[in-house]
């Protein structure tokens, strides 16, 4: 049984570790969140409905100690990290976690800090520059190749925890395009293909806005969206849109992982984020109808190119992640108990 505390600025971050936090207090164990949301963060609200109780919450404007200055840092550490086995850091390349690493390694008895890959796409030359954990957990193999090699020991490879909650649910082949919104592509750009999709296919596109950048698209669909087990697509939950959709278009984001996962082809569209994708067939070349649609195709065409991909970004066998993060977690824990 382990104490521990999640630190993070946004929800996302938290959800793809999730599993893991949910098993460790299932194990008996504590998990309580410190949380620093962006202030005008949407996703804010959500953390509440977690398993995970926030012991504090504070909306910050910026990533520096001019918007969370060090002596508050200091005090709120104090008082909601005594204890603990281990402080998990879910956004470890920038403050406050440089800072809260700073702090807690100038206490005689301290946590074990662990660092989390936040997102599949990541500058991991911010993780290099900003290296403020004791080891890291990322999310496969080639992600540990990009960190410098005197850190590269103490990172853990062991998949995306999120995915295990996909095990299990049933994947249709509904009579909708599933668009999983970022905050890149602009929404001007991404309105028009999805229009011109909607009318070379003859079926209809359905919005789904990220937790963190909602992105105001003004789509309203052409065609009539069916059902999905008797309900409005809006009215179901992500996993049951995902894994109804026919096939899926977004960026760079982990729901592209998730769409994979579910056997389902995944289009995305060009954007900074793409380096986390190498090798990847479904790449549109341009932000166009018609450069999504030859991707589409590549996709039908190249699936054992795809399902490579995916063993490279989230390990073979797809499941078992979070298993494997928890046992990586206990055995960490118990190396800095054990004399």
């Not at 700073?102 to 993780?127: N, T």
């Not at 026919?246 to 998730?258: K, M, N, P």
Request: hydrophobic share 40%; charged share 25%.
């Amino acid at each position: 049984m382990i104490k521990a505390v999640v630190v993070s600025t946004n929800f996302r971050n938290v959800g793809n570790w999730l599993p893991v936090f949910e098993r460790i207090i299932e194990d008996g164990g504590r998990c309580r969140a410190l949380y620093f949301p962006w202030i005008g963060d949407d996703s804010f609200h959500r953390m509440n409905d977690l398993q995970i109780p926030v012991k504090h919450s504070r909306e910050i404007s910026a990533l520096n100690d001019e918007a969370l200055p060090e002596d508050e840092l200091r005090q709120i550490l104090q008082e909601h990290v005594e204890e603990e086995d281990v402080v998990f850091i879910c956004d470890m390349q920038s403050y406050p976690s440089s800072k809260i690493y700073e702090l807690l390694l100038k206490r005689e008895h301290r946590p074990l800090v662990i660092g989390l890959q936040h997102g599949f796409f990541q500058s991991w030359w911010l993780y290099n520059r900003n290296f403020c954990a004791d080891y890291l957990l990322s999310f496969n193999k080639r992600a540990k190749s990009s960190i410098f090699s005197g850190y590269r020991k103490r990172v853990f490879p062991v998949g995306l925890p999120k995915l295990d909650r996909l095990s299990g649910i049933a994947s249709a082949n509904g009579e909708y395009v599933l668009y999983l919104a970022q905050k890149y592509p602009e929404a001007s750009l991404v309105e028009c293909v999805l229009k011109e999709v909607e009318q070379d296919l003859k079926i209809p596109v359905f919005v789904r806005n990220h937790p963190q950048y909602p992105v105001a698209i003004r789509h309203a669909s052409g065609l009539e969206l069916p059902l999905v087990n008797g309900r409005s697509i809006a009215d179901c939950g992500y996993e049951e849109q995902l894994a109804n959709a026919s096939w899926v278009l977004t960026s760079h984001s982990t729901g592209g992982l998730e769409a994979l996962y579910l056997g389902k082809n995944v289009v995305l569209l060009p954007n900074h984020g793409l380096t986390a994708w190498p090798d990847y067939p479904g790449v549109a070349f341009e932000i166009s109808a018609r450069a999504v649609l030859q991707a589409l195709d590549r996709t039908r065409a190249y699936r054992k190119d795809i399902d490579l991909f995916l063993r490279n970004s989230i390990g073979a066998g797809y499941g078992g992640n979070t298993g494997k993060a928890v046992s990586v977690v206990y055995s960490l824990v118990e190396r800095v108990k054990s004399p």
